[in-house]
């Protein structure tokens, strides 16, 4: 089989489903469940539920609306203790609504947001996506941006509610696609002799993504019909926990199988595919 560039990712009918799947869990938890606490230092089911509305309302009020705030950041540091800042106050604000009231706002709101990302063309320039180095990136990747953050979080509020579910292929193949489009922008300063592969190897989801050095730049394929010089195989639940900082470098390779060059798999252990 030739080589095969990566491709764009179609995301929205999983992430339709997506939504659709938490707002029936939603609609089951009892009292008692809504209070838990979640991975999310401080938040509990209900905060990081109302967490996900205050995302589709900003996302809605700012990129489709055009309305922002006026602030101004300095450095990359500033931005993301305003985005924490203005969250923790959101939720806060937000704990006085109903579990009902929430789910029924989620629900209008998801609808919105998915008409507002279908009326777009996916190939057209959007806003960045700063972890995969690209700014600004294709809407398609802006879409698949959001669908990861949303996964997340719904992870969270199960795990606190104590439920396990939505880690099927069918949304975690979406999920994990999306993660590693981070590879190139993570191994930036990575030096290699030219042609070196890294190979990212996810059983669960049975799928691969690879990078080769190509003159100064990494370049990721869908498929090399080469021999990698490093592969890195992650359980799912491993790669998404690692790539979102829930999980340590040192546990994730603790946990991982690499063949190969190990210096060339280290990188991998750093990627971040959230802001963070």
Known sequence: MPDQPIQPIDVLEPFEKLRAELLDILSQLRPLQWQQPTACDGWSVHDVAVHLLGDDLSLLSGRRDGHHEPVQFSNYEELIAWINYRNDVWV????????????????????EEMAFWRSLDPMADGGPVSWAGMEPAPIWMEIAREYTEFWMHTQHICEGAGITALKTPE???PLLDTFARAMPHTYRYTIAPEGAIVTLTIPEVDDSWHIRREGDIWRQYAHLDAEATT??????????????KGLSSEKAEALATICGDDALAEPLFKMVAIMA
């Open 171 to 173: 949304f975690m193949h």
């Open 92 to 111: 806060k604000a937000a704990r006085r609504l109903s579990p009902r009231v929430v789910i029924d706002l989620l629900r209008t709101s998801g609808e």
């Open 231 to 244: 592969t890195i195989t992650l359980p799912a639940d491993v790669a998404w926990r690692l790539f979102t």
